[in-house]
T-cell receptor
Framework: DVKVTQSSRYLVKRTGEKVFLECVQDMDHENMFWYRQDPGLGLRLIYFSYDVKMKEKGDIPEGYSVSREKKERFSLILESASTNQTSMYLC???????????FGSGTRLTVV | GEDVEQSLFLSVREGDSSVINCTYT??????LYWYKQEPGAGLQLLTYIFSNMDMKQDQRLTVLLNKKDKHLSLRIADTQTGDSAIYFCAEKDTGRRALTFGSGTRLQVQP
């Protein structure tokens, strides 16, 4: 089975900190995605990557950046964490743009 | 832009059928998906349908697509307590490389 692993299940960070969320997939998928999930808003796309070192902004990229130095790893960076970035963050990967995604279990981030 | 809408909550009794509805706005949608999220977990792909189909059945799951009305539904036959979860509708259109998700429908199954 394809596995998408997010390094932390829960994180608590202080306002202004730089935060790294890590995601690793083990099936050589080209595409990787970061979404945030908030009650009543569903999943909103932050950034995605369709190849190593390639990235594309999603619908809500402000306050975030990403890094994809290796095919299996896609990192989400909060440059200066703010309380409105408290959320569940979900990483996903897929082999093609139309194939269904495989999701990680999520990282629940609280910014205090 | 793209928009995918779902009702937020559905409650059914165990053994009944559940029907979860979704509407989307983008007429260039190519694939439509249903995902399930159990408590504390990521999303799991349940099924998908290509936009030139109008129905797809997979065991207890039936997906119906009305392309004219841009309406997608997921029917779960003989709903069980293990089906309690949040169900997300998602669509892929030709103009985007990523899926657009709805807000999710929380299905509660009463014993």
């Amino acid at each position: 089975d394809v596995k998408v692993t997010q390094s932390s299940r829960y994180l608590v960070k202080r306002t202004g900190e730089k935060v790294f969320l890590e995601c690793v997939q083990d099936m050589d998928h080209e595409n990787m995605f970061w979404y945030r999930q908030d009650p009543g808003l569903g999943l909103r796309l932050i950034y995605f990557s369709y190849d190593v070192k390639m990235k594309e902004k999603g619908d809500i990229p402000e306050g975030y950046s990403v890094s994809r130095e290796k095919k299996e790893r896609f990192s989400l960076i909060l440059e200066s964490a703010s309380t409105n970035q408290t959320s569940m963050y979900l990483c996903a990967s897929s082999p093609t743009v139309t194939y269904g995604y495989t999701f990680g279990s999520g990282t629940r981030l609280t910014v205090v | 832009g793209e928009d995918v809408e779902q009702s937020l909550f559905l409650s059914v009794r165990e053994g009944d059928s559940s029907v979860i509805n979704c509407t989307y706005t983008d007429s260039s949608s190519t694939y439509l998906y249903w995902y399930k999220q159990e408590p504390g977990a990521g999303l799991q792909l349940l099924t998908y349908i290509f936009s030139n189909m109008d129905m797809k059945q997979d065991q207890r799951l039936t997906v119906l697509l009305n392309k004219k009305d841009k309406h997608l539904s997921l029917r779960i036959a003989d709903t069980q307590t293990g089906d309690s979860a949040i169900y997300f509708c998602a669509e892929k259109d030709t103009g985007r490389r990523a899926l657009t998700f709805g807000s999710g429908t929380r299905l509660q199954v009463q014993p």
